[in-house]
């Protein structure tokens, strides 16, 4: 009979400082060093979903003098000049005018936004316009109209998958800046850049993120049907876990530099399954996570931590791809 293996265990979370991450404190004069966004998308198909992603841009720290891009998109076939043309271009005006409105009570009256229209597949014609202006963020909402409402809303999808820019799903309708982020990472190189971006988000006033990095042992069922002894079980995720530390490190540092606190955890299991407990029991507001933008049978064979947490996280989720960048079809 095979050997009885540990399965993984629901470990509690705790901070990582004492067992190796060390503990950065950010400097009073590291606040400033934090880039407001100048630069950003917002995608609209008019549904409440989108009304979120417009007073949420609104609440993000922007430049005094941020370009916004407001772009709906139509279907290809569109006459110009139709009736839908002219009905959707009323509706992007009357957005437009509520983006103005939550600016100005954000006290951002300097911030110019471009209202604009475009025909064809909304995900390619949303990475053309973000690309085109050199966008820093494109904020979507995750629920779109008719049947994409089933598949979280396959645009949202598409462009986290595709763009190689980041970009921020927004879920509910925000009350206030972002206040209890968390941030998920891989122990990668790229972690960093995560880091950075999500730090880009949070207010001023946000002095505390928490870290999370979820880790597996590669091959550890295998492993166990095999007949692996538990003591080298152990010893594997006990070395998956310094590695996950040395990576940790240094995205604690780029959170620190840009004067933010991070409470680093480290926990043992499925990272989907470990992210979505985490965000519900913090009740965090945003959740920041990485994508390779896998498509085809490696997606589907590897699964998507990324997608899982977009689908099913209550927050909003800010995608970072950390591979090279799609080439679009040309027109």
């Not at 979120?52 to 430049?63: D, F, S, V």
């Not at 598409?158 to 309708?173: E, H, M, N």
């Not at 940790?248 to 991070?262: H, R």
């Not at 965090?284 to 996570?289: F, I, M, T």
Request: proline share 8%; hydrophobic share 45%; charged share 25%.
């Amino acid at each position: 009979m095979p050997r009885r293996v540990p399965g993984p265990r629901r470990a509690r979370a705790r901070p990582a400082s004492a067992k190796g991450v060390p503990s950065v404190r950010p400097t009073a004069l590291a606040a400033p060093q934090r880039k407001r966004l100048r630069r950003v998308l917002i995608a609209t198909d008019f549904s409440r979903s989108a009304k979120a992603a417009l007073e949420r841009a609104a609440l993000l720290p922007l430049n005094p003098k941020a370009s916004i891009g407001l772009l709906h998109v139509l279907p290809e076939a569109t006459r110009i000049g139709g009736r839908e043309a002219t009905r959707a271009q009323g509706r992007l005006e009357e957005a437009h005018r509520g983006l103005l409105r939550w600016l100005r009570q954000a006290q951002l009256p300097g911030v110019r936004v471009h209202p604009d229209t475009a025909c064809g597949p909304p995900f390619l014609e949303i990475i053309r316009r973000a690309r085109g202006m050199k966008a820093e963020l494109i904020v979507v909402g995750r629920r779109g109209r008719g049947i994409a409402r089933l598949s979280l809303g396959s645009t949202a999808e598409r462009v986290v998958r595709k763009a190689g820019i980041p970009v921020l799903v927004v879920g509910p309708p925000p009350r206030a800046p972002y206040r209890l982020p968390l941030l998920a990472l891989e122990a990668a190189p790229e972690s960093r850049a995560i880091a950075e971006m999500a730090g880009r988000l949070l207010p001023p006033s946000a002095t505390a993120i928490t870290v999370l990095h979820a880790y597996e042992v590669p091959f550890e069922g295998y492993a166990a049907i095999g007949g692996a002894s538990e003591g080298s079980i152990r010893r594997g995720r006990k070395a998956a876990a310094e590695r996950a530390k040395a990576a940790l490190a240094e995205s604690a540092k780029t959170l620190a530099e840009s004067g933010v606190e991070p409470k680093v955890m480290l926990r043992h299991g499925d990272p989907r399954l470990v992210i979505l407990e985490t965000l519900h029991r913090l009740r965090s507001d945003l959740v920041a996570v990485g994508t390779h933008g896998r498509t085809g049978i490696t997606h589907f064979l590897l699964g998507s931590v990324a997608q899982e947490v977009v689908r099913s996280a209550k927050s909003d989720v800010l995608v970072v791809r950390t591979a090279g960048v799609v080439v679009l079809p040309p027109r």
